[in-house]
């Protein structure tokens, strides 16, 4: 929601730090219920980057481009060639990091990791070998994987190991001088959205840092990637984001609770007039056992895409104390994660190429949305 305003508030919380190590990201699902497809997002993130006068590398990336498991079971087909469709219109874009998320198909009934893993090796392979054939000339862009669905077991090394050795295996054969992974996505206690309570807090996540911590070192030890990527943090309690860095993790995501705090500085008549429209709409998900506040916690980011008009016009002194209360809190966060003065480094390693976005892809009709209810965020 408000991705123009909110990205704002990153630029301005990062020129105070230096910081250029950050990345703005977007996955299938939140596409799907925010009605914002890849060329409007970048348009905006690029947007606010001239607005506050940022200099520097703008990163974006597709993240949990996830494969529906239901829809693969029906047409396995027809799945992957939505993923690939949605790839593409991204990469032209200008998103040059994806994040492949075909997690989803790992099967836990089979005996063996290594067949477990199999589906997801073989098809974050072909999905790689995909985008090395689109990639502008002068990039090559960042892929990452995923081992475990967020919200599920806590990954292991048998897991890691099993699924980069069949991903590197199945690569070769398919593309043999295509560069493979920069980093992967695990498993360690957190769920995307984080889980709320019946008063409305959200629980407290033990996050095992030392998974995170020895998977990382041994995606970088023995596979040369960045390091792990954790998921699903935005709702911990701050006092874990100093961690991060110190076990190794290459990149955490940050989404949930700048929503919240978004709904929380909502004027009171559109909120009320969101509630109403996922009273109508989304009766059939509220469980017997559900608070109010858990209703709506699980079910008010469907409301941002048919509110998105009005979230745009919600007015200058509503949208001040939303973009105040984000800018502190990314501050806050980017100080934690120890990405400051890291904005040398991105002008020294990163070596910017021109690509011409195609004018047909910002002039064109709207895209019918998809059901991405079974999709990560």
């Known amino acids: 929601a408000l991705p123009f ?26 596409m799907g219920y925010t009605d914002q497809r890849p060329s409007e997002y970048a348009s905006c993130v690029l947007g606010a980057a001239m607005a506050e006068g940022y200099v520097g590398p703008v990163f974006i990336q597709g993240d949990h481009f996830q494969v529906s498991a239901k ?10 060639q939505a993923v690939r469709d949605l790839t593409l219109e991204a990469i032209r874009a200008g ?27 073989t098809l974050s392979a072909e999905l790689t070998a995909y985008i090395r054939g689109l990639e502008p000339r002068g990039v090559t862009i960042s892929v990452g994987g995923e081992i475990g669905e967020v919200g599920g077991q806590n990954s292991t090394e048998p897991e890691l190991r099993a699924f980069m050795d069949g991903y590197n295996q ?21 769920t995307h959205g984080g889980v709320v309570l019946p008063d409305g807090s959200i629980a407290q ?23 792990a990527v954790q998921h699903g943090a935005s709702t911990l309690p701050e006092a874990a984001f100093s961690r991060f860095a110190e076990a190794g993790a290459c990149e955490v995501h940050l989404a949930t609770n700048f929503q ?24 059939k998900e509220r469980k017997p056992d559900m608070s109010e506040e858990q209703f709506y916690y699980k079910v008010r980011k469907n409301a941002l895409g048919p509110f998105k008009a009005k979230l745009w016009d919600v007015g200058a002194s509503a949208l001040a104390e939303i973009e105040k209360a984000w800018e502190e809190q990314f501050r806050l966060l980017f100080t934690r994660l120890n990405i400051g003065r890291t904005l040398p480094d991105a002008l020294t390693f990163v070596r910017p190429v021109t690509v011409a976005p195609p004018l047909s892809d ?16």
Not at 103 to 118: F, G, M, N
Not at 260 to 283: I, S, T, W
């Open 95 to 121: 998103f040059f990091n994806i994040d492949i998320d075909a997690s989803t198909l790992v099967d836990l009934k089979l005996p063996t990791i290594p067949e477990q893993q199999r589906l997801n090796c």
């Open 205 to 227: 996540v033990k996050v095992d840092f030392e998974t995170l911590a020895k998977l990382s070192r041994l995606a970088q030890r023995d596979y040369g990637l960045a390091g």
């Open 5 to 30: 305003h909110a990205a704002r508030t990153v630029f301005r919380a990062a020129r105070g730090l230096q910081a250029g190590a950050l990345i703005f990201e977007i996955a299938r699902s939140e």
């Open 362 to 377: 910002y002039v064109t009709e709207a895209a019918l949305g998809e059901d991405v209810r079974d999709l990560a965020d």
């Open 71 to 80: 829809r693969y079971a029906d047409s396995p087909q027809a799945e992957t």
């Open 260 to 283: 919240n705090m978004l709904f929380d500085r909502l004027p009171d008549g559109l909120r009320q007039e969101m509630y109403a429209f996922l009273d109508r709409g989304y009766a």
């Open 170 to 190: 199945s690569l070769v054969k398919l593309a043999p001088r295509a560069a493979g992974l920069s980093k992967i996505s695990i498993q360690t206690g957190t």
